[in-house]
C-alpha cells in the first residue's frame, strides 16, 4: 500500500514539476513517510491533540514544503 500511494503522489508531483521519476518518486515517498510517522505518533500519544488540529499541522507543514517546487515542467533545469 506505501508504495502504491507514493506512486500515484509522484507521478503527480512529476506531472506539475517535470522532475525526472526517480526524484518525484523520492518525494512521494517523503510526503507518504511523514503521514504516515505522524499518524502513529498521534495514534501513541492518546489523542492528546485532537485530530482535526494534527491532520492540519501535517498538512501544513508537507504542503509548504512541496510548494517550494515549480509547477512547470523542466523548470528546474
Known amino acids: 500500500m506505501t508504495y502504491e500511494c507514493a506512486r500515484a503522489v509522484s507521478a503527480v508531483i512529476a ?3 517535470g522532475l525526472p521519476e526517480e526524484s ?3 518525494l512521494g515517498v517523503g510526503l507518504i ?3 504516515q ?3 502513529r505518533y498521534w495514534l ?5 491533540l485532537p485530530l482535526e488540529k494534527a491532520a ?3 498538512a501544513q507543514l508537507q ?3 512541496i ?3 515549480p509547477i512547470e515542467p523542466g523548470a528546474l533545469g
Open 15 to 17: 506531472v506539475d514539476t
Open 67 to 69: 510548494s517550494s517546487f
Open 44 to 48: 501513541n500519544r492518546d489523542g492528546r
Open 56 to 58: 492540519e499541522f501535517v
Open 33 to 35: 513517510g511523514t503521514a
Open 63 to 65: 504542503w509548504r514544503g
Open 37 to 39: 510517522v505522524t499518524a
Open 24 to 26: 518525484a518518486m523520492m
